[in-house]
């Protein structure tokens, strides 16, 4: 990636998470480990 495709992408994170569209990092690794069959 160029910088200037990191630094948009980087905005459009920064975008979603001002505006609700995230979320939290233990849901995410939740969904991640249950989709993948993980247990820690």
Known sequence: M???QINE???KG???MLE???KPAEQ???EIY???NVYC
Do not use: N, Q
Request: proline share 0%.
């Open 34 to 36: 249950k989709d993948y």
């Open 9 to 11: 992408e980087l905005e």
């Open 2 to 4: 160029t910088e200037k």
């Open 14 to 16: 920064y975008t979603d």
């Open 28 to 30: 995410v690794f939740s």
């Open 20 to 22: 609700g569209r995230s």
